[in-house]
């Protein structure tokens, strides 16, 4: 589901605007089938002369799986890559043979598939960054969808002003007519302006923000992954890692571990957690390691 910002901009925005109406007059008035036809058939319209099918499809699909995301905390992530490498580097890749098939994250369990099957890191990592490009064509593509949709409201909103000012001068001497057309001419304009600002660009924004987050995380663990693979030691990966954390959660983080020694109980314990709290906030799965 969109994330709480998201659903409290969109409530907001609709609850001023039909609020404005209602304290002025009938949220009726406002209302017209003709001018939400012209918009949004037009804004689909064009988007389907514009893109192809598989495009369109391609846009849907990523925008429904990133807005469907539940937040992470790449912080978690690191825990958990963490804990992978240090049972790698006692026993060997194979170790987590069994555990994969319980990672949520589709690209993590991909990786360390790859890893485990024994591809070389050098193959291994053109596969990983492959596989990261070709969902940030996907997703730009499906930003640019959104960009243009955003780009057509406004101008159906136009056309359908042009049309209801035609409707409205064909039949000047009609009092009834005139304002038929004059409603169709300046509701169009309204509809269209509130697609395009409302709905179409702030959700293509929201897309781009939310996949900078989606390929950053990618990235982070494309780095563990390869770590793991070379044998490195567990704490010069965490280390490549913490580039990829903000500045506050990087600095929780390092204070956090460098006032802890990991023990073989935190890891035993997070082992049999770990399937339930891959998802989980950091703040939330360090209270549980530490309590218990």
């Known amino acids: 589901m969109l994330d709480r910002s998201s659903i409290i901009g969109l409530l907001l925005g609709s609850v001023l605007v039909v609020g404005s109406i209602v304290?002025?007059?009938?949220?009726?008035?406002?209302?017209?089938?003709?001018?939400?036809?012209?918009?949004?058939?037009?804004?689909?319209?064009?988007?389907?002369?514009?893109?192809?099918?598989?495009?369109?499809?391609?846009s849907v699909r990523a925008i429904l799986s990133l807005t469907s995301a539940q937040s992470v905390d790449l912080r978690t992530d690191m825990e958990l890559l963490t804990m992978f490498a240090r049972r790698v580097r006692t026993d060997g890749l194979l170790v987590l043979d069994s555990?994969?098939?319980?990672?949520?994250?589709?690209?993590?369990?991909?990786?360390?598939?790859?890893?485990?099957?024994g591809f070389k890191k050098e193959s291994l990592d053109s596969i990983l960054q492959d596989e990261i490009q070709s969902r940030e064509k996907q997703i730009d593509t499906s930003i640019n969808v959104l960009h243009s949709m955003a780009g057509y409201a406004p101008a159906f909103g136009m056309i359908g002003t042009v049309i209801g000012m035609i409707l409205m001068l064909q039949n000047i001497e009609d009092p009834q007519s005139l304002g038929a057309g004059l409603s169709v001419a300046l509701l169009t304009?309204?509809?269209g302006t509130m697609f395009a600002n409302m709905l179409l660009g702030p959700m293509a924004g929201k897309l781009e923000f939310l996949s900078e987050l989606d390929l950053n995380r990618k990235e982070m663990i494309r780095v563990g992954i390869l770590s793991m693979v070379e044998g490195e030691n567990p704490?010069?990966?965490?280390?490549?890692m913490l580039i990829y954390l903000d500045p506050k959660s990087r600095a929780e983080y390092t204070m956090y571990h460098e006032g802890m020694r990991i023990s073989k109980d935190r890891d035993e314990k997070f082992y049999k957690l770990w399937v339930e709290q891959q998802n989980k906030e950091w703040q939330d799965l360090k209270e549980i390691l530490e309590t218990g």
Do not use: C, P, W
């Open 23 to 58: 304290t002025q007059g009938e949220l009726g008035l406002f209302l017209s089938l003709a001018s939400l036809m012209i918009v949004a058939g037009g804004i689909v319209a064009s988007t389907m002369v514009n893109y192809s099918f598989e495009n369109i499809k391609e």
């Open 189 to 191: 304009t309204l509809y």
């Open 99 to 117: 555990d994969i098939k319980h990672i949520k994250n589709e690209f993590l369990e991909n990786g360390l598939r790859l890893a485990v099957d």
């Open 235 to 240: 704490r010069i990966m965490e280390k490549k």
